[in-house]
């Protein structure tokens, strides 16, 4: 079986636009479509797509004529249509939605800039972005042009930086980073180059998918002049792989940029194992790698996008083993009210003795691990990298505790609650009772020796 050839298309109502044209991304952007009318002249629309494309307070329509011409005309369900056409269903409402679901803005010390991990952060430079998606997790900025930053906002961004030496990686994204106008974009690259201590620099973007015409050599060229540099693309469906798009991804792995692929779990679009099977092996042959494949959130507008979360599960249960590794995304739940991404897959350990754990495989295949039972703990001590780890505020967690940091962690108010309202008698008076020995000592820097009578137990509930 030959591969499958990427097809390209063009919508008939494009048929008379000359290649030059079509090729020039500002062409592209000034010829997007978003009006219900504007967008008939290229294939009927449902009751429901009118009716939304005619509500008050839409999230912003906008499509390029190049990513129109993916939509099969004469298919309401198309993947393709699904996330760039508005239905009736965006308008209603569901339980625990919410205008920011990963409260991003509450993680914001400075407006547009979100420092949730320890190491790194994520800077909103645009609100616009070539097309729009129905699912947007960042709707309640994105697509409003008065809602754009300014130039006191990055100053304020990038003084930020500065001052915070944890911060290693800097991912941009917004809206579309590769919509703002070049010399913006090189600007704001190049300041952060200038900050000693970050290390990468990451890019978000959407417009190779909507817009690969914009991902051209001087683009390229330019962005190849601040390595170490990695870009993440997003594709949900494999129909948005084209030869334009293969090609955009080519010009940015020659620039030596490392590309990943970032998809959201859609229903009626991607909610299937073999569709993303075929997604994950057509973007190794473009030279992209899936990263993450992300639970829709919460959002407003985005309720009728959402699978049950087995759903992700199913899927990685029909991708790891049966595909090349490299082609496996990890499935992230982001934590609504600011949790975070945490990873979700299925189960593979089964269960562990003292030296021993049964595993079984993708195929059902179930052996034993025999383990080691003369294993000599790593040492800390001796150890370069534990001695002059960089420890970050915040950045302990669960590793933390296996580290021996503390000895619990602990929800807001859970001494409270216990304290049952009893008073400090004879036999819970003397806190020394309660501190274990070892745990949570600082170590005594040139010997490595752990003191056992120092902070025993850090309280985690407040801020870092
Ligand atoms: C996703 C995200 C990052 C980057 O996370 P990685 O797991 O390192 O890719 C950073 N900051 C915020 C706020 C994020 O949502
Ligand atoms: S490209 Fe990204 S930021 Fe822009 S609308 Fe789509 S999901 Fe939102």
């Known amino acids: 079986m030959s591969p ?21 991304w500002r062409w592209q952007l000034s010829h997007r479509l978003n009006t219900a009318e504007e967008i008939e002249r290229i294939f009927p629309l449902t009751e429901s797509e009118r009716t939304a494309l005619n509500a008050s307070d839409l999230f912003r329509v906008d499509i390029t004529p190049y990513f129109i011409s993916l939509i099969r005309p004469d298919d309401p369900a198309d993947p393709i249509r699904r ?13 625990a939605m919410m205008e920011d679901s990963l409260a991003e ?20 430079v645009t609100t616009q972005c070539a097309s729009y998606c129905r699912y947007c997790t960042r709707s309640r900025i994105v697509g409003d042009a008065s809602a754009q930053f300014s130039r006191a906002e990055f100053d304020a961004m990038f003084d930020y930086i500065e001052r915070t030496p944890q911060i290693r990686d800097v991912l941009l994204s917004g809206g579309d980073p590769l919509t703002l106008a070049p010399g913006l974009l090189e ?15 990451r890019i978000g973007s959407r417009v190779p998918v909507f817009l690969p015409m914009r991902v051209d050599d001087a683009l390229c060229s330019m962005l190849a002049r601040y390595h170490p540099l990695w870009l993440n693309i997003h594709v949900n469906h494999p129909n948005e792989i084209t030869p334009e798009l293969a090609a955009a991804a080519d010009r940015l792995s020659r620039a030596g940029i490392p590309l990943g692929n970032q998809s959201v779990l859609l229903a009626g679009v991607n ?31 985005a309720g009728h996008f959402r699978t049950p979360v087995a759903k992700g599960i199913e899927i990685i249960e029909g991708l790891r083993g ?24 299925p189960n593979y350990l089964l269960s562990m003795s003292d030296h021993r754990t049964a595993l079984r495989n993708y ?11 003369d294993y000599t703990a790593h040492d800390p001590a001796t150890c370069p990298d534990c001695c002059d780890k ?35 008698h004879r036999l819970n008076r003397d806190e020394e009772k309660w501190q274990p020995r070892g745990i949570g000592a600082e170590k005594s820097s040139a010997a490595g020796e752990t003191p056992v009578h120092s902070v025993l137990r850090k309280k985690t509930s407040g801020k870092p």
Request: a negative charge; glycine letters at 10%.
């Open 187 to 201: 600007e704001l690259i190049a300041r952060l180059r200038a900050i000693e201590h970050v290390e990468i620099i």
């Open 322 to 345: 049966h595909t090349s590794g490299f082609a496996v995304p990890q499935y992230v739940v982001d934590a609504p009210g600011g949790g975070g991404k945490i990873p979700l897959g």
């Open 390 to 424: 960089r420890t970050e505020a915040g950045q302990s967690g669960v590793s933390g505790l296996l580290e021996g940091e503390q000895l619990a962690i602990e929800p807001a108010g859970w001494e409270a609650i216990h304290a049952r309202g009893g008073s400090k």
């Open 271 to 301: 909610d299937c194992v073999h569709i993303q099977r075929r997604l994950v092996q057509d973007l190794l042959r473009i030279r992209v790698r899936p990263y993450y494949l992300y639970q829709c959130d919460l959002v407003e507008g």
């Open 83 to 95: 996330q760039v056409i508005p239905t009736a269903a965006e308008l209603v409402p569901f339980t």
């Open 4 to 24: 499958r050839v990427f097809e390209t298309r063009r919508a008939r109502a494009f048929g008379d636009v000359p290649e030059t044209q079509w090729n020039d």
């Open 105 to 124: 803005d509450r993680h914001s010390p400075v407006p547009g800039l979100v420092h949730r991990y320890p190491d790194r952060v994520l800077m909103l």
């Open 363 to 373: 195929e059902g295949y179930i052996s034993v691990y025999e383990e080691p039972v």
